[in-house]
């Protein structure tokens, strides 16, 4: 059964392994006051992780008017292959969605990955509540409300 929980210690070198295998940067060691990283857990197996930051302001601070407010920011996003289109992606968002909205973020902002299967991700993106925030600019960002992240269709899977 799919479960969501806040990453440990010993889930290191699994998410280091699935941010690597979808061409994310890993990140060094976590550490206190770093990065919010959340796993998906399936039968004991990590199989999907997601990273971000409360109280951001990426876009305005680059100059992009139309990007909104202090947000909460996703950096990656990566689910093992075998467990694609089972729902991984969207518990994890839903709980990163979850965790900001507990921190007082209304508002969640990510930058999909460029790449073949660009499609695919945007599409996935749109059923999870996210739209883009501008149109006509490279690597734009996408985002919209906690609450239309949560509200998405089975956004609570993985609790």
Same mark, same amino acid.
């Given at each position: 059964m799919l479960r969501t929980r806040n990453i440990s210690a010993s &889930? *290191?070198?699994?998410? *280091?392994a699935l941010?690597?295998?979808a061409d994310l940067a890993p990140p060094?060691?976590?550490g206190p006051g770093d990065l919010g990283? /959340? /796993?998906a857990e399936d039968e004991g197996a990590v199989v999907g992780a997601v990273e971000f930051l409360f109280d951001t302001d990426f876009g305005r601070d680059e100059g992009r008017p139309d990007h909104p407010g202090p @947000?909460?920011? /996703?950096?990656s996003l990566a689910v093992a292959g075998a467990h694609r289109r089972r729902? /991984?992606? %969207?518990?994890?968002?839903?709980?990163?969605?979850r965790q900001a909205q507990e921190a007082g973020n209304t508002? +969640?902002? +990510?930058?999909?990955?460029?790449? &073949?299967?660009e499609d695919d991700r945007h599409a996935f993106f749109r059923m999870c509540g996210l739209m883009p925030i501008e149109h006509d600019v490279p690597c734009a960002a996408w985002g919209g409300p906690v #609450?239309?992240? +949560? #509200? #998405?269709?089975?956004? &609570? @899977?993985? %609790?």
């Open positions: &889930d *290191h070198p699994a998410v *280091h941010l690597d295998k060094g060691a976590y990283v /959340v /796993v @947000q909460t920011w /996703v950096f729902g /991984v992606g %969207r518990a994890l968002l839903a709980e990163a969605a508002y +969640l902002a +990510l930058a999909p990955a460029e790449g &073949d299967d #609450s239309e992240v +949560l #509200s #998405s269709k089975t956004a &609570d @899977q993985g %609790r």
